[in-house]
C-alpha cells in the first residue's frame, strides 16, 4: 500500500518528554533524527521499546516515522495500537483521522472537534499541531490555523506552531504562486527564531524562503549562521548544497552536498543530484564511479545514463561513453519521455567521432546547433569530423561559421581551416583548374597568416606560408616562399632542438640550398661577381648543413659537385 510521502515533518517530539520508558537523551536523538529525516536511525531508538510499549506517544511517535517514509501499512499498524490503547484520548482521535487519510476514506469531521477539544482541556501542545497538520492534508484550508492559534495561546513560545504554520503557508505558496503566501511564512518562520534565535530548522526553512525570492545573498547567509553552530544539520547541508549548484558555485557544492550524502539517509534522487553536481565541479572520476554503482541495480536510469556519457568522454573512457549514450537515446525514444537536451546530441555526436562513427557525429552535433545556434564551439568538433570523413568544404564552412561567430579563435582553427583548404587545392580536379587551384592556396595563405599572427613564437604559421608560397611557386623562381622560410628557421634554431625539428630543418635548408643556387645561376648570366659569389656561399652553406644532418644526402651531395 502506497501514499504520498509527508513534505511536511513535523518536531514530532517537543511533547515525547511524556514517553517514561525510553531515555531522555534517546529522545532527544529521535527528535533530531526525525527533523533531518533520518527516518532509520529513530526506528532503531524506537522501535524495541515500541513492539512490546502501551504508551500511546511511543507508538504514535514510530507511526508517525513509518507515515514520513510512505510506509502506511506499518504506519496504521501503530496508529491501530494507539487507539486500541485508549479510544477516547486526543491522540487516538487523530490516529483514526490519520488511518483514514491513508484509506482515502472521508474522516469524521466529528473527530477533528473532539481532538481539538480534548487536546485544548489537557492542553496538548503536540496533539493540537498534529490536528492542524491533518486538516490542511485532508483539504480544510480554512480551519487549519485554529488548532495552532490554540497552541500558541497555550504557550507563546511553542516554536513548533511557528514552524508549522511556516510550512503550510510554504505549501499553499508554491500550489498558488502567490507572494502574499510566501510573506506569511516567512513571517512565521521568524516569529519561531524569535522566541529560539538558534533553531535550525527554522532558519534553514526561512532560506527556502529566501531562495523562492532569488534573494540568495540572504539564503546563503542563513544556511551558513546554521551550519556555523551546527555543522552536521543534515537539511541545512543538503540546502546549502542545492543552493550552492544553482548560484554556480561547484566547488561549494560539491563539498556541501557531499558532507550531507555521507551523512544522510539519501535517496537515490539525492544521488543523481550529487553525480550531477559532481560533474559541474569537474569531479568526473568521481562522479563516474558513482554511476557505474548506481547504475548496477538501476541499470535503465536516463539521467545517470547520460550523466555516464558526459563524464566518460571527459575521461576519455569514449567506448563507455558511446554505449551509455546509445542506451541513452533509446530510452528516450518514446515521443512521451523526458525531453533531450542540447548537450545530449553534443556529447553523443563528440563520443561518435572519437569512436570512428563520424557521419553519426555529424548529424548529432547538427542537431545540438539547430537547438542553440549560439553554441558556436560546435562548429570546430563538426568541422573535425568532416575532415575525418574527408569532406573538406563541409570542413571549411564549420570553421568559416565559427570565425564568423564573433567567438574569440585560436590559432589552431585557423591552422586547421588553412589545411583543409591545402587538401582541396590538392584534389586532382581542381589541380587542373589553375584559377581554382591559385585561389584556394591563397585562402590557405591567409589562414595561416593568422596562425603567425595569433602565435608569433611558433614556427607552424610561417612553415605552412612557406609551403603555400611553394605551390604557387613551384621552381621557386619568384622566391616567394624564402621570407617565410627564413622567419620559420629563426624560431625553430631558437628553439635548440635539432632532433626535434629535423625534418622541418631540412625541409627549409633544401629550400634555401636551392633558391640561392637559382640565384647564383641567375647573376652568372647577368655577369655579376659580387651575387655570384655571395649565392654560391650561400647555396654551399646549406647544402653542407645538409650533409651534416645525413652524410649520403644525394642531392646535397651532387649540389655541392656542381660548385666544385
Same mark, same amino acid.
Given at each position: 500500500?502506497?501514499?504520498?510521502?509527508?513534505?511536511?515533518?513535523?518536531?514530532?517530539?517537543?511533547?515525547?518528554?511524556?514517553?517514561?520508558?525510553?531515555?531522555?537523551?534517546?529522545?532527544?536523538?529521535?527528535?533530531?533524527y526525525v527533523e533531518m529525516n533520518q527516518f532509520n536511525h529513530a526506528k532503531s531508538l524506537l522501535l524495541p521499546e515500541a513492539q512490546t510499549s502501551s504508551d500511546q506517544m511511543v507508538l504514535f511517535t514510530i507511526a508517525k516515522v513509518y507515515q514520513s517514509e510512505s510506509k502506511i501499512d506499518s504506519a496504521n499498524f501503530y496508529f491501530s495500537k494507539v487507539i486500541a490503547v485508549n479510544p477516547g484520548s486526543p491522540l487516538s482521535l487523530i490516529a483514526q483521522i490519520i488511518i483514514d487519510y491513508n484509506s482515502n476514506t472521508v474522516t469524521d469531521a466529528a473527530n477533528f472537534y473532539k481532538a481539538e477539544k480534548g487536546a485544548t482541556s489537557a492542553k496538548n501542545l503536540f496533539a493540537l499541531t498534529q490536528i492542524s497538520e491533518f486538516r490542511f492534508l485532508t483539504g480544510d484550508t480554512n480551519n487549519w490555523k485554529e488548532p495552532l492559534d490554540k497552541a500558541i495561546n497555550i504557550d507563546r513560545k511553542y516554536v513548533?506552531?511557528?514552524?508549522?504554520?511556516?510550512?503550510?503557508?510554504?505549501?499553499?505558496?508554491?500550489?498558488?504562486?502567490?507572494?502574499?503566501?510566501?510573506?506569511?511564512?516567512?513571517?512565521?518562520?521568524?516569529?519561531?527564531?524569535?522566541?529560539?534565535?538558534?533553531?535550525?530548522?527554522?532558519?534553514?526553512?526561512?532560506?527556502?524562503? +529566501?531562495?523562492? !525570492?532569488?534573494? /540568495? =545573498?540572504?539564503?546563503?547567509?542563513? $544556511?551558513? @549562521?546554521?551550519?556555523? %553552530? #551546527?555543522?552536521?544539520?543534515?537539511?541545512?547541508?543538503?540546502?546549502?548544497?542545492?543552493?550552492?549548484?544553482?548560484?554556480?558555485? +561547484?566547488?561549494? !557544492?560539491?563539498? /556541501? =552536498?557531499?558532507?550531507?550524502?555521507? $551523512?544522510? @539517509?539519501?535517496?537515490? %534522487? #539525492?544521488?543523481?543530484?550529487?553525480?550531477?553536481?559532481?560533474?559541474?565541479?569537474?569531479?568526473?572520476?568521481?562522479?563516474?564511479?558513482?554511476?557505474?554503482?548506481?547504475?548496477?541495480?538501476?541499470?535503465?536510469?536516463?539521467?545517470?545514463?547520460?550523466?555516464?556519457?558526459?563524464?566518460?568522454?571527459?575521461?576519455?573512457?569514449?567506448?563507455?561513453?558511446?554505449?551509455?549514450?546509445?542506451?541513452?537515446?533509446?530510452?528516450?525514444?518514446?515521443?512521451?519521455?523526458?525531453?533531450?537536451?542540447?548537450?545530449?546530441?553534443?556529447?553523443?555526436?563528440?563520443?561518435?567521432?572519437?569512436?570512428?562513427?563520424?557521419?553519426?557525429?555529424?548529424?548529432?552535433?547538427?542537431?545540438?546547433?539547430?537547438?542553440?545556434?549560439?553554441?558556436?564551439?560546435?562548429?570546430?568538433?563538426?568541422?573535425?569530423?568532416?575532415?575525418?570523413?574527408?569532406?573538406?568544404?563541409?570542413?571549411?564552412?564549420?570553421?568559416?561559421?565559427?570565425?564568423?561567430?564573433?567567438?574569440?579563435?585560436?590559432?589552431?582553427?585557423?591552422?586547421?581551416?588553412?589545411?583543409?583548404?591545402?587538401?582541396?587545392?590538392?584534389?586532382?580536379?581542381?589541380?587542373?583548374?589553375?584559377?581554382?587551384?591559385?585561389?584556394?592556396?591563397?585562402?590557405?595563405?591567409?589562414?595561416?597568416?593568422?596562425?603567425?599572427?595569433?602565435?608569433?613564437?611558433?614556427?607552424?604559421?610561417?612553415?605552412?606560408?612557406?609551403?603555400?608560397?611553394?605551390?604557387?611557386?613551384?621552381?621557386?623562381?619568384?622566391?616567394?616562399?624564402?621570407?617565410?622560410?627564413?622567419?620559420?628557421?629563426?624560431?625553430?634554431?631558437?628553439?635548440?632542438?635539432?632532433?626535434?625539428?629535423?625534418?622541418?630543418?631540412?625541409?627549409?635548408?633544401?629550400?634555401?640550398?636551392?633558391?640561392?643556387?637559382?640565384?647564383?645561376?641567375?647573376?652568372?648570366?647577368?655577369?655579376?661577381?659580387?651575387?655570384?659569389?655571395?649565392?654560391?656561399?650561400?647555396?654551399?652553406?646549406?647544402?653542407?648543413?645538409?650533409?651534416?644532418?645525413?652524410?649520403?644526402?644525394?642531392?646535397?651531395?651532387?649540389?655541392?659537385?656542381?660548385?666544385?
Open positions: 500500500m502506497t501514499k504520498i510521502r509527508f513534505s511536511l515533518i513535523l518536531g514530532l517530539f517537543l511533547f515525547v518528554i511524556s514517553l517514561s520508558s525510553v531515555d531522555a537523551q534517546d529522545l532527544k536523538l529521535v527528535a533530531r513548533k506552531a511557528y514552524i508549522l504554520a511556516g510550512d503550510i503557508y510554504t505549501k499553499i505558496a508554491e500550489k498558488t504562486l502567490f507572494g502574499e503566501d510566501y510573506g506569511k511564512a516567512s513571517g512565521r518562520y521568524e516569529q519561531a527564531l524569535y522566541y529560539a534565535p538558534d533553531n535550525s530548522e527554522a532558519k534553514t526553512k526561512l532560506s527556502y524562503i +529566501y531562495y523562492l !525570492a532569488r534573494n /540568495y =545573498f540572504r539564503a546563503e547567509q542563513a $544556511l551558513s @549562521e546554521v551550519l556555523t %553552530k #551546527d555543522s552536521l544539520y543534515i537539511p541545512a547541508l543538503k540546502a546549502m548544497g542545492e543552493l550552492e549548484y544553482i548560484i554556480g558555485k +561547484y566547488s561549494q !557544492a560539491s563539498y /556541501y =552536498f557531499g558532507k550531507y550524502i555521507s $551523512l544522510a @539517509e539519501n535517496t537515490s %534522487k #539525492d544521488l543523481s543530484k550529487y553525480i550531477n553536481i559532481l560533474y559541474f565541479n569537474k569531479e568526473y572520476a568521481k562522479s563516474n564511479d558513482l554511476i557505474a554503482q548506481s547504475l548496477v541495480t538501476d541499470t535503465e536510469n536516463a539521467v545517470l545514463l547520460r550523466l555516464k556519457g558526459y563524464t566518460s568522454y571527459e575521461l576519455k573512457k569514449y567506448k563507455e561513453g558511446l554505449e551509455a549514450m546509445t542506451k541513452f537515446f533509446s530510452l528516450r525514444s518514446d515521443p512521451g519521455s523526458d525531453k533531450i537536451i542540447l548537450t545530449d546530441y553534443e556529447y553523443y555526436g563528440k563520443l561518435l567521432s572519437r569512436n570512428g562513427e563520424d557521419s553519426l557525429a555529424v548529424i548529432n552535433l547538427n542537431k545540438a546547433l539547430a537547438m542553440d545556434t549560439t553554441k558556436n564551439y560546435l562548429y570546430e568538433d563538426l568541422a573535425k569530423s568532416w575532415e575525418k570523413l574527408k569532406n573538406y568544404p563541409e570542413a571549411v564552412n564549420s570553421y568559416d561559421k565559427l570565425i564568423a561567430s564573433g567567438s574569440k579563435v585560436g590559432s589552431g582553427v585557423y591552422f586547421n581551416k588553412g589545411l583543409a583548404l591545402n587538401y582541396i587545392a590538392s584534389d586532382s580536379a581542381i589541380t587542373k583548374d589553375t584559377i581554382q587551384f591559385k585561389q584556394y592556396i591563397l585562402l590557405a595563405d591567409s589562414a595561416f597568416s593568422y596562425v603567425a599572427k595569433l602565435s608569433p613564437n611558433s614556427h607552424l604559421g610561417y612553415l605552412y606560408r612557406a609551403r603555400m608560397q611553394s605551390r604557387l611557386d613551384p621552381e621557386s623562381e619568384l622566391g616567394i616562399a624564402k621570407p617565410h622560410y627564413d622567419s620559420a628557421l629563426r624560431i625553430i634554431e631558437a628553439k635548440n632542438d635539432s632532433v626535434k625539428f629535423k625534418n622541418e630543418i631540412l625541409e627549409i635548408y633544401r629550400y634555401l640550398g636551392y633558391y640561392h643556387y637559382l640565384q647564383y645561376l641567375s647573376a652568372k648570366d647577368s655577369k655579376d661577381s659580387d651575387a655570384v659569389n655571395a649565392n654560391k656561399q650561400l647555396s654551399m652553406l646549406y647544402w653542407r648543413k645538409i650533409i651534416s644532418y645525413d652524410p649520403k644526402d644525394r642531392v646535397a651531395i651532387e649540389a655541392l659537385k656542381v660548385f666544385k
